[in-house]
């Protein structure tokens, strides 16, 4: 059974750091990883996704990496701001069909001004 | 373009009520599914759907049941509310047969049950 897993659980961090959330994933069978972000009492929104095949996934200032043999992707966010505070979800697909996912739990990232 | 919608937002009911929450999707989607999130669980699949008159048990399924009548609308009935139940409910929407398109999610259906 596919376990993924995000550490930290919580961030905070200074306005215009750097930052690095982590997932790791138990079977690297994948087809695709999936990044998203859930601000409070909201749903989800599709990030970034990497297709098995791919390495990594850039938009704007997100860059999100795959490293299917590890069994592990990151996801970095240059140059952070106030408004990237949320929760960011991992999720894989390892079902071959796009409607099962296996999500983390989630990394809670606050930036302070 | 609506994207996914849920309704309703927010509902108290009491133990052993029935309901249904309603998702529905104008992106022409061939694939719906329902999960709920719970603190320190992460999101978990209840029911899914491949399309219409099409429909499986996800991870969860228990004490609730789907139907797919049509491509838009894909219901969440519960059927003798349990305290357990208590969750916030998300419905997803995607492509068939493109298993790289990302899912759409609803704003989620918060549910509390006393």
């Known amino acids: 059974k596919q376990e993924v897993t995000q550490i930290p659980a919580a961030l905070s961090v200074p306005e215009g750091e750097n930052l690095v959330l982590n997932c790791s994933f138990t079977?690297?069978?994948?087809?695709?990883l999936q990044w998203f972000r859930q601000d409070p009492g909201k749903g989800l929104t599709s990030l970034l996704l990497?297709?098995?095949?791919?390495r990594e996934q850039t938009s704007g200032r997100l860059n999100a990496s795959l490293d299917k043999s590890s069994g592990r992707s990151t996801l970095y966010i240059a140059a952070s701001q106030p408004g990237d505070s949320a929760t960011y979800l991992c999720?894989?697909?390892?079902?071959?069909?796009?409607?099962?996912?296996?999500f983390g739990k989630g990394t809670l990232l606050t930036v302070n001004p | 373009n609506a994207g996914v919608t849920q309704t309703p937002k927010f509902q108290v009911l009491k133990t052993g009520q029935s309901m249904t929450l309603q998702c529905a999707q104008d992106?022409?989607?061939?694939?719906m599914s329902w999960y709920r999130q719970d603190p320190g669980m992460g999101l978990r699949l209840i029911h899914y759907s491949v399309g219409a008159g099409i429909t499986d048990q996800g991870e969860v399924p228990n004490g609730y049941n789907v139907s797919r009548s049509t491509t838009e609308d894909f219901p969440l009935r519960l059927l003798s509310a349990a305290p357990s139940q208590t969750s916030v409910y998300f419905c997803?929407?995607?492509?068939?047969?493109?298993?790289?398109?990302?899912?759409?999610f609803g704003d989620g259906t918060r549910l509390s049950i006393l």
């Open positions: 999720a894989v697909n390892s079902g071959g069909s796009n409607y099962k996912l296996t």
């Open positions: 079977d690297s069978a994948i087809y695709n």
């Open positions: 997803a929407s995607s492509y068939s047969g493109r298993i790289n398109q990302p899912q759409h």
């Open positions: 992106m022409n989607h061939e694939y």
């Open positions: 990497i297709q098995s095949s791919q």
